[in-house]
Each structure stands twice: as structure tokens, then as C-alpha cells.
């Protein structure tokens, strides 16, 4: 332990620094230096500090002149260590105390209804912290504000990792950039002793972004003992302790580096109001939901899919978006006012720690004849138990160890069983029997879809209908060349598809911004809203030959694609080709 004292007055001379540790009320180091220069205090078998052992020595400091007391001063300290570094298969990870270790924490804005910034009370802050703890997470994200020294200390004493972001600036000026800085170094300084804090993130989406290099030097300065995120979110330079990416709702994964580890900064954002406990009467979130039951399963959703990123792509650490609700934004896992969770703790909890209910491997719940039923778990070690008469399984009941077939509709319910008494919620499968969709009789058709170019903007796919197009023509795929300009506009493709075999057909949008797929007047994939590049897929039971198609899609602003997948009996998935599309 390394002690940097600050004695004040101008007369230091025989002055002398006296530090002693104790573990538990019992001594573990003493170390004496003088006042004007560091002082060195060695702990014999350091206990290290972590999330599940948030071990804190206590520590008192003497001032003593000609060996008498003239001060005293008492706190506490942890010992750890945060760095990047190959995990046991070469993949760059973050690591604490050697170790790699998963984070998994919420986006913490810290508003509060009665005071904004200012919680109400000392219990409020520590309300926050037991609550991100007693949802399973071992991180947060301090999101672009400097908490009171308070909210650091439950921290501490809890065990919950930070990442510590540095406010928004305007920094268009050099006045606002001395300003941003002076008050980045005070951030880092006045809080650099909390053993909480593990990463400190200059930028947040590019607002304010500037001279990114030198930024996160300064900051490797200041504190060399801590991780840096150069930018959380988009406009990633290229240097840092992490490569941080935001994704919503869905998560995702950047490319695993040499040097540093990747991050998922920003994922989630799903909402859901609990009226009587808003700021405003209108909610916004990523993917607005409508009732507590579908916000359970969207969230398992998600997780299972950041657990997969962790095993799969590398992912060192992801941040689900938020907390709590801050006033128009109603996707917290509480309410603004904290009087309500709306996914019970327990669930939160156990998805966030992988006990996830079981999952279906088949691509579609659909079927004409038969469904070979495939279940799996992402925690490894579990038993899957299945019931199809639609009671809740039990230890008893028939156990999955291999695939199974149906033949009729039925509602399939499992659930997985750990060795050490730990259980997920129940999974339920609606399987159904379908008679696949006739196909067209005698049709004279052409190459390509017909395709019809609009220019507005929207928030979601628009009333095609009560529109003029500007441009209409023919094009031989599903893409965006047909589009005038980069944003604000929208195009519908319409046409056939013909199929070769008749069977189970899965399709998929992936889109930046909103996209739909019908067969017929049946929607099939429903992938509208303003978000990122994300893929969405439906099945659909058809019959050889040709079936009407219709694919609409919206471009607001900022990224944009486009494109068309599908895969059925015989046939991968791939790039719906040109070859099967006709008008």
C-alpha cells in the first residue's frame, strides 16, 4: 500500500507521518515516514478485494512531531488490481486480481423525482447499490455524473465495481476544453482512493469528443492503476484499455483485439410503464413492452444472448440500460420514485447469473407433419424437465437428454435444474400444426419486385397507402440502391417468391432503421422501430410454387441497411437471390 499524505501549514519540518492497518480490529502494518514523503505499508497475505469479498482494512494516520500526536486521521482501503490481459484461450480480457472476471452491471443516471442530481437521503444512495446487488449485478455504470463521496462508499463496502464517466461537455472552444479537463483531473483525483472504481470513461457517444489520444494519456497520467474507455459507444479511436460499443435493444459484441478487451457499453433500454409511478404521462424505451410477463422474457432474451457473447465472441463486460426510469425514459428495471420493480429481483437476478430457462433449438414452433422437439440450456450442468399437459415441471417429471418428436399442438413446458438447488423459470412452447399456405395457380410473372421510393420522416413504417411515391420501378433484390438519398425515407417492395419445397420457411429482416415481411397479408417478420442494424425472423408454412411477397422498410437517420434472408427444407440460410423473386 502506497500513501501519499498532504500536511498542511508551511512548517513541516520534523514532522512524521505514522500509518497503521488493522484487519478486524487486529494490527496488520505499521509504517512510519516523514510527512514530505511517501510512505510505503507493506500487508503481509493481502486479502484482495472483489464484488463477492469486499474486503476493506481499516487504516489510521498519525501526524506526530518529535514522535508526539499533533493529528489524527482514520478511513479504510482495499487492495486490488484491474487490468487487460489474455484469459486461458489467448482471448483479451478484463482482469481483477489475475482473474478474468465477467461485469455485468446496470446504466446508473442517479436522478432522482425530488431532487434531480440530489438524492434524498444517505439510505437512497444506499438503496441503489443493495438493489444492483441484490439483482445479481457486480458492476455499474455511472453515467455521465459525479456522485457524492457517499454513494462511492456503499460501493466500496457492498462490492460492486465501477466505471466512472466523465460528464458531457460542449468543448467546442479552447476555454470549455481547459474547463472539461480541469474538471476531469478533480474527478480523478477527488475520487481516485475508492477501490470501487475500476474504469474511468473520458466520452460518451462522441458528445464533446476531442483530441481522443491525448485525452486518454492524461488520463494514464493521472492514474496509472486504472483501466481507460476511451470513448463508450460509436466513435471508438482505436487506443484505451477497451473496445466499447453500444447496441440497442439486442446486444452485440465488437471484434476481440490483442490489447484490449471488448465491451458492450450500452444494450437493452426495454420499457414498460407502471402507470402512477411516471414523471410524464407518454413512455419511452427501446422496445416498449406491454406487461410485466413479456418484460421477464424480453430480459432472459437479452441475457441469454450477452452469455453467449461472453462464451462465444470474446465479451469481457456488458451494461443493460437502466437502472431506474428517469423521466420520459421508462426503461428501468425500478420506477423513477424506486417504489416499484417491475421483474422481481429473483428473476433479474438468476438471469443475470446464467440460470436461464431452458430454450427451443428448433428455428420455428411451427410444423406440417412433425417437430423433432430440441431443448438446451447455456448453463452447463443442468437437468431440463418437460411436461406437455401444461403443468408446471417438477424434479420428477420426464427429464430431456435427447431430442423428442410431437405430432399434434400442444403447449410445451420446461424447466432446468441445477445440482446445487437452483432452478430457472418455466419456459412455455405454443407447438402447432399448420397446413402450409397454397401456393398461386397459373401465373404469368416477370424478374424482380416492384419497388416504390418515398421521402418523409418517421418514427415507424408509415400508412404506405395515403402516400405518393416519388420514383417506382423494378428491382432484381431487396436492398437500399433503389433509395435518392441517405435518410428520411422509406420503400416498399412488392412481388412473388417462389419456393421449392413445401415445408417450414424461415425469413429475416435485418434493417437499420424499420422493416416488415408479409406473405400474403400474413406478417411474418416484424422488425419496425427506430434502432441500430438488428435481425428479426418469423416462420411461415408454405406450399411449392409462388407466393406473394411484400417487404417495407424506413431510413431515418443515422445507419442504415437492408437485407432479406430465408432458409427452409433443404435449402441454408442465405441472401434471398434474385432467381426467386418475380412481379
Not at 445479481?136 to 462511492?152: A, D, I, L, Q, S
Not at 420428477?396 to 410431437?406: A, K, Y
Request: glycine share 10%; proline share 7%; charged share 25%.
Amino acid at each position: 500500500l502506497t500513501i501519499h499524505t498532504t500536511v498542511g501549514g508551511e512548517k513541516i519540518g520534523g514532522l512524521s507521518v505514522e500509518a497503521v492497518a488493522f484487519a478486524h480490529g487486529h494490527e496488520v502494518g505499521r509504517q512510519t515516514a516523514p510527512a514530505e514523503e511517501e510512505l510505503r505499508l507493506a500487508i503481509p497475505s493481502p486479502r484482495l478485494w472483489s464484488p463477492e469479498d469486499p474486503f476493506l482494512y481499516d487504516l489510521t494516520l498519525t501526524l506526530r512531531r518529535q514522535g508526539q500526536a499533533v493529528d489524527q486521521v482514520k478511513s479504510y482501503f482495499g487492495l486490488r488490481k484491474v487490468e487487460v490481459g489474455p484469459d486461458s484461450s489467448g482471448v483479451t480480457r478484463i482482469l481483477l486480481n489475475g482473474k478474468p472476471l465477467f461485469q455485468l452491471g446496470p446504466l446508473d443516471q442517479g436522478f432522482w423525482p425530488d431532487g434531480l442530481y440530489a438524492a434524498p437521503s444517505d439510505a437512497g444512495l444506499r438503496f441503489d447499490v443493495e438493489m444492483m446487488k441484490r439483482l445479481g449485478f457486480n458492476m455499474v455504470r455511472k453515467h455521465v455524473k459525479v456522485e457524492p463521496e457517499r454513494w462511492y462508499t456503499w460501493c466500496d463496502r457492498l462490492g460492486l465495481l465501477v466505471w466512472q464517466d466523465m460528464p458531457n461537455g460542449a468543448n467546442r472552444t479552447p476555454e470549455e476544453r481547459v474547463q472539461f479537463e480541469q474538471e476531469l483531473a478533480a474527478m480523478i483525483q477527488g475520487r481516485y482512493n475508492h477501490p470501487c472504481i475500476i474504469m474511468w470513461v473520458p466520452f460518451n457517444e462522441g458528445w464533446g469528443q476531442y483530441d481522443t489520444e491525448r485525452i486518454v494519456q492524461t488520463v494514464k497520467e493521472l492514474d496509472p492503476s486504472r483501466l481507460v474507455n476511451n470513448a463508450s459507444g460509436w466513435t471508438d479511436a482505436g487506443v484505451g484499455d477497451v473496445h466499447d460499443i453500444h447496441s440497442y435493444p439486442d446486444p452485440a459484441a465488437p471484434s476481440v483485439e490483442s490489447g484490449r478487451a471488448a465491451v458492450l457499453g450500452e444494450f437493452g433500454g426495454l420499457g414498460y410503464v407502471v402507470k402512477g409511478h411516471t414523471w410524464t404521462e407518454r413512455g419511452w424505451g427501446y422496445d416498449l413492452l406491454p406487461d410485466p410477463e413479456r418484460l421477464v422474457c424480453r430480459y432472459e432474451e437479452l441475457l441469454g444472448g450477452v452469455h453467449r457473447l461472453a462464451q462465444e465472441a470474446g465479451l469481457s463486460a456488458a451494461v443493460y440500460t437502466q437502472l431506474s426510469d428517469v423521466e420520459s425514459e421508462n426503461n428501468g428495471l425500478l420506477t423513477y420514485d424506486r417504489q416499484m420493480v417491475k421483474i422481481p429481483p429473483e428473476a433479474v437476478r438468476l438471469a443475470n447469473l446464467g440460470y436461464l430457462p431452458p430454450v427451443l433449438l428448433n428455428e420455428a414452433a411451427i410444423f406440417v407433419d412433425h417437430l423433432d422437439v430440441r431443448l438446451a440450456v447455456l448453463r452447463p450442468g443442468a437437468e431440463i424437465r418437460y411436461t406437455l399437459d401444461g403443468r408446471t415441471p417438477k424434479r420428477s417429471d420426464s427429464l430431456c437428454t435427447r431430442p423428442f418428436r410431437v405430432t399434434e399442438s400442444l403447449t410445451l413446458k420446461a424447466k432446468a435444474f441445477w445440482p446445487e438447488g437452483s432452478e430457472s423459470r418455466v419456459a412455455t412452447f405454443v407447438l402447432t400444426k399448420v397446413a402450409p399456405r397454397p401456393a398461386a395457380q397459373e401465373l404469368s410473372v416477370l424478374p424482380g419486385l416492384k419497388v416504390s421510393y418515398y421521402e418523409g420522416e418517421w418514427d415507424h413504417l408509415p400508412e404506405f397507402a395515403g402516400l405518393s411515391a416519388v420514383k417506382e420501378g423494378v428491382s432484381d433484390k431487396v436492398d437500399l440502391s433503389f433509395a435518392r438519398r441517405q435518410e428520411l425515407y422509406a420503400l416498399s417492395f412488392s412481388g412473388w417468391i417462389e419456393v421449392p419445397v413445401t415445408g417450414v420457411y424461415l425469413f429475416s429482416t435485418i434493417s437499420d432503421d424499420g422493416s416488415k415481411l408479409l406473405i400474403g397479408e400474413e406478417l411474418v417478420v416484424d422488425n419496425d422501430g427506430l434502432h441500430g442494424a438488428r435481425e428479426k425472423q418469423g416462420a411461415i408454412a408454405l406450399a411449392a410454387g409462388l407466393h406473394p411477397l411484400r417487404v417495407l422498410y424506413f431510413q431515418r437517420r443515422g445507419g442504415r441497411a437492408l437485407e432479406v434472408r430465408y432458409q427452409g427444407p433443404g435449402l441454408e440460410k442465405q441472401v434471398v437471390p434474385p432467381e426467386v423473386l418475380f412481379h
